[in-house]
């Protein structure tokens, strides 16, 4: 399975942007899927996570009330809607597959990883 992310871009603090997450070579619909980002010179967070069907997902505290992580089965997809964005959101976002598929949290060792799609905003 091969991931890309995108929709990233540059937006003003306050704005919104929905990142997606598109699967090719498989299909990730019995997959737990993630959200992480990684701010220039800092380690890598989890962001988000949900599991195969979307019935159960998990949020990093600092974006709970903000993000809201969705997928789309039929499509292949999965998406981040970013809102309320401040400057300490600017990061690279990737997404990742696990096939622990009834696990919503996000962890480093996933299954498969997509190339990231850079999120700046700007103050």
């Known amino acids: 399975v091969q991931l890309q992310a995108s929709g990233g871009g540059l937006v003003q603090a306050g704005g919104s942007l929905r990142l997606s997450c598109g699967a090719s070579?498989?299909?990730?619909?019995?997959?737990?899927m993630g959200w992480f980002r990684q701010a220039p010179g800092k380690e890598r967070d989890v962001v988000a996570g949900?599991?195969?069907?979307?019935?159960?997902?998990y949020y990093a505290d600092s974006v709970k009330g903000r993000f809201t992580i969705s997928r789309d089965n039929a499509k292949n997809t999965m998406y981040l809607q970013t809102n309320s964005l401040k400057p300490e959101d600017t990061a690279v976002y990737y997404c990742?597959?696990?096939?622990?598929?009834?696990?919503?949290?996000?962890?480093?060792?996933?299954?498969?990883w997509g190339k990231g799609t850079l999120v700046t905003v700007s103050s």
């Open positions: 990742a597959a696990s096939v622990w598929g009834n696990l919503p949290d996000p962890y480093d060792g996933m299954d498969y």
């Open positions: 070579g498989g299909t990730i619909s019995s997959y737990a």
């Open positions: 949900i599991n195969w069907s979307g019935a159960s997902t």
